[in-house]
Structure formats: C-alpha cells, structure tokens
C-alpha cells in the first residue's frame, strides 16, 4: 500500500460518487489509507447535491450507472458551473465501452477507469492528476 505523503498542511479531499456500496468501501479505505479525506455519496441525486454545495473537493470519482442522475450527467453539470469546472474528474464505471469513453473525455473527464479496478493504479492516476499542477 501506498504512503500517504501529505504535499500540504491539509489533506486533499476526493467526492466518491457510487450507488454500489462495496465499492464505496472499497474506495474509502483505500483512499483513506493514501490520505485522502473522503465524501460519499450513494446516487446521482446525492452526488448533485455535493456537487452544488460548497465543499471543496480536490478531484471527483463517479461511477456512470447510478439512479438519480448518472456520472455522465454530473460530469456534465460539474463543468457547467465556474466554481467546479477545473476540478478534476476520474469516470470509474462497470460500463467500460467505448462509447461511454468517448463521452466522458468529450464532456471533460480528466480519466476514465473500468471496475475492476487495481487499487494500486486507480492511486498511481489520482496522484498523477492532483500533483501535476
Ligand atoms: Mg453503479
């Protein structure tokens, strides 16, 4: 597992959005462990309302097929709004076809991963977007 090395005095905080909740474990403690604060959030509806709210959050993670509003349709919503428009966006989805794919980079996702997942890459590509500024 990785070390979590802290660049600044606070940790930087990931939204997870996934309506399965294994995976949302999943994602929490391996990002905990790297040192990432976590919000879950557990459909479309709810990650909207993340999205809207003013919590900062450092990168998005958003599984596609979820009731409510899909992560294509959040996506969306995320870089329609001035506040969150440059935040990174990884897509992490069961749907790995290329369509989807497509979709995702043509509506600004900084990364699109396929479930399953190696814990060990999906933190290899975080770390590669948050620290490349
Ligand atoms: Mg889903």
């Known amino acids: 597992m990785h070390t979590a090395v802290h660049r ?20 929490q403690t391996v990002l905990e462990m790297a040192g990432f604060e976590v919000d879950l959030r557990r459909d479309g509806t709810d990650a909207l309302e993340a999205v809207r709210s003013s919590e900062h ?36 989805t069961a749907k790995g076809q290329d369509a989807d794919r497509q979709a ?12 399953p997942f190696s814990p060990k890459k999906l933190l290899a590509r975080i770390h590669e977007i948050i620290d490349r500024d």
Do not use: C, N, Q
């Open 104 to 115: 995702a980079f043509s509506l600004g996702a900084d990364d699109f991963l396929t479930k």
């Open 57 to 92: 959050y450092d990168l998005i993670l958003l599984d596609i097929m979820m009731p409510g509003a899909t992560g294509l349709e959040v996506l969306g919503k995320i870089r329609s709004m001035d506040e969150r428009k440059s935040t990174p966006v990884v897509i992490l």
């Open 8 to 27: 600044s005095t606070s940790p930087k905080r990931i939204l997870i959005a996934d309506d399965e909740p294994h995976i949302r474990r999943i994602l």
